[in-house]
């Protein structure tokens, strides 16, 4: 008796909802007793599989050709009192279903509410800013280095997608939850950037992703020297960046223009910084010739940082010897392909 009664409640919780499962049993068993009707009637034009899957989706969908119809009275009763109704009404709950439905996943993907496990190699972008973060994204998706694989934006008290044509959003209760992280894929991402409100947030949003299993390039911005050189403290791979505004105007005060040069160096406009990796098969290479290749491509070379934790070396030296792996900095006006490289012909011996 448990067991029957458990599914007598199952089965109504299925007719109240109007589950897909309910609405197939209900589409077969019309189309049988539809079948069985039109085969009492004498229609035998309309009893061939074929025939009679074209004759029920045509009066289902009130598209009604004409070409197949019933020839008798008794299949014309048949398909009037029993066959119409009863298929229009089914086809309607299955477009209604279907509508639904879709209304039901866009909305998810709207409100952050789906899972986004499938995508690697993408940027997680972790709070947002209004237009200051739209900002951001717009240079993300202009570098195609960047926005190929897409971007998750993970926010704590968002209601919707800011950008839902361009980017993919991930609602957080907290950016303390790992879990979070988790459904934007955060351990197959290339890149992490923390950019939240308020400095707080943006600690405890590093010290999840921190403790989240990846191999991301971390980003964070921190208003606070203290709160940034915490982090570095602890987590020294995590480049942490803050508002450059008293340096630029420092810089701009003894040397004109300064700041003109430092913003054309990070703009999307004209020349601008990019990175480059040694390959990890390839020999030392030498830093005076390694100058004269990116000129060769109408690029300034402009220094290395050796290792992630490593502050960057600037205007090195020509006799110094650059290892394999070391990320290389240059100004161009766009960025240069690794294969374009000649990295045998540079080797230092």
């Given at each position: 008796?448990?067991?029957?009664?458990?599914?007598?409640?199952?089965?109504?919780?299925?007719?109240?909802?109007?589950?897909?499962?309910?609405?197939?049993?209900?589409?077969?068993?019309?189309?049988?007793?539809?079948?069985?009707?039109?085969?009492?009637?004498?229609?035998?034009?309309?009893?061939?599989?074929?025939?009679?899957?074209?004759?029920?989706?045509?009066?289902?969908?009130?598209?009604?050709?004409?070409?197949?119809?019933?020839?008798?009275?008794?299949?014309?009763?048949?398909?009037?009192?029993?066959?119409?109704?009863?298929?229009?009404?089914?086809?309607?709950?299955?477009?209604?279903?279907?509508?639904?439905?879709?209304?039901?996943?866009?909305?998810?993907?709207?409100?952050?509410?789906?899972?986004?496990?499938?995508?690697?190699?993408?940027?997680?972008?972790?709070?947002?800013?209004?237009?200051?973060?739209?900002?951001?994204?717009?240079?993300?998706?202009?570098?195609?280095?960047?926005?190929?694989?897409?971007?998750?934006?993970?926010?704590?008290?968002?209601?919707?997608?800011?950008?839902?044509?361009?980017?993919?959003?991930?609602?957080?209760?907290?950016?303390?939850?790992?879990?979070?992280?988790e459904r934007a894929a955060l351990s197959r991402a290339a890149r992490?950037?923390?950019?939240?409100?308020?400095?707080?947030?943006?600690?405890?949003?590093?010290?999840?992703?921190?403790?989240?299993?990846?191999?991301?390039?971390?980003?964070?911005?921190?208003?606070?020297?203290?709160?940034?050189?915490?982090?570095?403290?602890?987590?020294?791979?995590?480049?942490?960046?803050?508002?450059?505004?008293?340096?630029?105007?420092?810089?701009?005060?003894?040397?004109?223009?300064?700041?003109?040069?430092?913003?054309?160096?990070?703009?999307?406009?004209?020349?601008?910084?990019?990175?480059?990796?040694?390959?990890?098969?390839?020999?030392?290479?030498?830093?005076?010739?390694?100058?004269?290749?990116?000129?060769?491509?109408?690029?300034?070379?402009?220094?290395?940082?050796?290792?992630?934790?490593?502050?960057?070396?600037?205007?090195?030296?020509?006799?110094?010897?650059?290892?394999?792996?070391?990320l290389l900095y240059y100004l161009a006006d766009a960025r240069i392909?690794?294969?374009?490289?000649?990295?045998?012909?540079?080797?230092?011996?």
């Amino acid at each position: 008796m448990i067991v029957i009664g458990k599914l007598l409640r199952t089965l109504r919780g299925h007719l109240r909802r109007v589950s897909w499962g309910v609405l197939a049993a209900a589409l077969c068993l019309h189309m049988a007793a539809t079948w069985l009707l039109l085969a009492w009637a004498g229609e035998e034009k309309l009893l061939g599989w074929d025939s009679f899957v074209y004759y029920y989706v045509t009066t289902a969908s009130t598209i009604g050709y004409g070409d197949l119809s019933p020839g008798s009275a008794a299949g014309r009763w048949a398909a009037a009192l029993f066959v119409m109704p009863g298929a229009i009404a089914l086809f309607a709950s299955v477009l209604a279903k279907t509508s639904a439905s879709l209304l039901n996943f866009w909305k998810r993907h709207q409100v952050g509410k789906m899972s986004y496990e499938d995508m690697h190699g993408h940027t997680v972008l972790i709070g947002w800013h209004g237009r200051e973060s739209e900002r951001l994204v717009q240079l993300l998706l202009a570098d195609t280095h960047t926005d190929d694989e897409g971007i998750v934006l993970v926010a704590e008290g968002l209601a919707e997608n800011p950008l839902p044509d361009q980017i993919r959003f991930v609602a957080a209760a907290s950016y303390a939850d790992c879990n979070e992280y988790e459904r934007a894929a955060l351990s197959r991402a290339a890149r992490v950037i923390v950019h939240t409100d308020h400095d707080d947030r943006s600690l405890a949003a590093v010290f999840a992703v921190m403790a989240h299993p990846h191999e991301a390039h971390v980003v964070a911005h921190f208003e606070s020297a203290a709160v940034a050189q915490l982090v570095r403290s602890h987590y020294p791979h995590v480049e942490c960046t803050r508002p450059l505004h008293v340096d630029v105007i420092a810089r701009a005060a003894q040397d004109a223009g300064s700041s003109l040069v430092a913003g054309e160096w990070l703009g999307a406009g004209g020349p601008t910084q990019f990175s480059l990796q040694v390959p990890a098969a390839a020999a030392p290479v030498l830093a005076a010739k390694l100058a004269g290749a990116f000129r060769a491509q109408s690029a300034l070379w402009i220094g290395y940082r050796d290792g992630r934790s490593a502050a960057p070396v600037l205007n090195p030296p020509d006799h110094v010897e650059i290892a394999p792996g070391t990320l290389l900095y240059y100004l161009a006006d766009a960025r240069i392909d690794s294969a374009r490289v000649p990295w045998a012909s540079l080797a230092a011996r």
